[in-house]
């Protein structure tokens, strides 16, 4: 079963930043968004950013202007640049992509913020 691999987590100082990747493999046809999502203990996942396969990107307001989301086509990787974290930000980060094939999610990496 194919699952897109994230890396990247680990623990930040508040105000900091860190990159998250996400690997996916080419049997992944046709990839329409990929993206993240995160979770927090008792919190439901909710949705963080998205990158289509034009290019075009999409932010939960709560990082908008904090977290920017790149991607290199060639080798099929996004990136989750993440400024500026808050003692809000703290999760278990998911990689999510959407192709014809339907929708994969990655086992997760942790982000912890410390203040």
């Known amino acids: 079963q194919v699952q897109p691999v994230e890396s990247g987590g680990g623990l930040v100082q508040a105000g900091g930043s860190l990159t998250l990747s996400c690997a996916t493999s080419?049997?992944?046809?046709?990839?329409?968004?990929m993206g993240w999502y995160r979770q927090a203990p008792g919190k439901q996942r909710e949705f963080v950013a998205h990158?289509?396969?034009?290019?075009?990107?999409n932010y939960a307001y709560s990082v908008k202007g904090r977290f920017t989301i790149s991607r290199n086509i060639a080798k099929i990787t996004i990136d989750l640049r993440m400024n500026s974290l808050e003692p809000e930000d703290p999760a278990v980060y998911y990689c999510?992509?959407?192709?014809?094939?339907?929708?994969?999610w990655g086992q997760g990496t942790q982000v912890t913020v410390f203040s």
């Open positions: 990158i289509t396969s034009s290019g075009s990107t």
């Open positions: 080419r049997s992944i046809f046709a990839i329409y968004t």
């Open positions: 999510n992509v959407v192709g014809v094939r339907g929708a994969h």
